[in-house]
T-cell receptor, first 116, second 117 residues
Framework: GAGVSQSPSNKVTEKGKDVELRCDPISGHTALYWYRQSLGQGLEFLIYFQGNSAPDKSGLPSDRFSAERTGGSVSTLTIQRTQQEDSAVYLC??????????????FGPGTRLTVL | AQSVTQLGSHVSVSEGALVLLRCNYSSSVPPYLFWYVQYPNQGLQLLLKYTTGATLVKGINGFEAEFKKSETSFHLTKPSAHMSDAAEYFCAVSIGYSGGGADGLTFGKGTHLIIQP
């Protein structure tokens, strides 16, 4: 009965470094979502995967952000050349995706990213 | 596009008093509505949801919310506050899987609920 897991729980990095954040969704959930939670912006939707594909990447804040999902399971969110404004908690969620259904998402505990 | 407005970034109530957290939404299509709670240093936990059918929905921990289409509101209530209810509460809207794809949740800014002893 594992829920959504994320790693690392905390990440401190220096400005300009690349970071990778990992999300392991609930087994059997085909949809996976990334959000960013920051003091100034609240909770922002970043990107969504259905299986391994991401139909809409327009929510990513800049071209330094990318995400991939392999095998319909684990996803990684990569931030290149990190900036201080990237400091935030990155939340991952997953859901079942039956057509025409509502969108109940189950959230992981998040990764707190601090860029020095 | 949809949006959510939560009135009041902080709400303080006495233990045992009524809790009322306000949420108004805008959506071009019939929405699905959610309330999530976030305890310190934890992820988001679903309190309750409205999809279709009965407009008064009951959730966990004694919370309930009523969907009022005419007022575009989905306010969260609890008859008697408990100290353990102190947390951040987020209202969210989704248009579900219309248009051929799922969408991310659109969240309000959150309301920090403070319980006074």
């Amino acid at each position: 009965g594992a829920g959504v897991s994320q790693s690392p729980s905390n990440k401190v990095t220096e400005k300009g470094k690349d970071v990778e954040l990992r999300c392991d969704p609930i087994s059997g959930h085909t949809a996976l979502y990334w959000y960013r939670q920051s003091l100034g912006q609240g909770l922002e939707f970043l990107i969504y995967f259905q299986g391994n594909s991401a139909p809409d990447k327009s929510g990513l804040p800049s071209d330094r952000f990318s995400a991939e999902r392999t095998g319909g399971s684990v996803s990684t969110l990569t931030i290149q050349r990190t900036q201080q404004e990237d400091s935030a908690v990155y939340l991952c969620a997953s859901s079942l995706v039956p057509a025409g259904s509502y969108n109940e998402q189950f959230f992981g505990p998040g990764t707190r990213l601090t860029v020095l | 596009a949809q949006s959510v407005t939560q009135l009041g970034s902080h709400v303080s109530v006495s233990e045992g008093a009524l809790v009322l957290l306000r949420c108004n939404y805008s959506s071009s299509v019939p929405p699905y509505l959610f309330w999530y709670v976030q305890y310190p240093n934890q992820g988001l936990q679903l309190l309750l949801k409205y999809t279709t059918g009965a407009t008064l929905v009951k959730g966990i921990n004694g919370f309930e919310a009523e969907f009022k289409k005419s007022e575009t509101s989905f306010h969260l209530t609890k008859p008697s506050a408990h100290m353990s209810d102190a947390a951040e509460y987020f209202c969210a809207v989704s248009i579900g899987y219309s248009g051929g794809g799922a969408d991310g949740l659109t969240f309000g800014k959150g309301t920090h609920l403070i319980i006074q002893p």
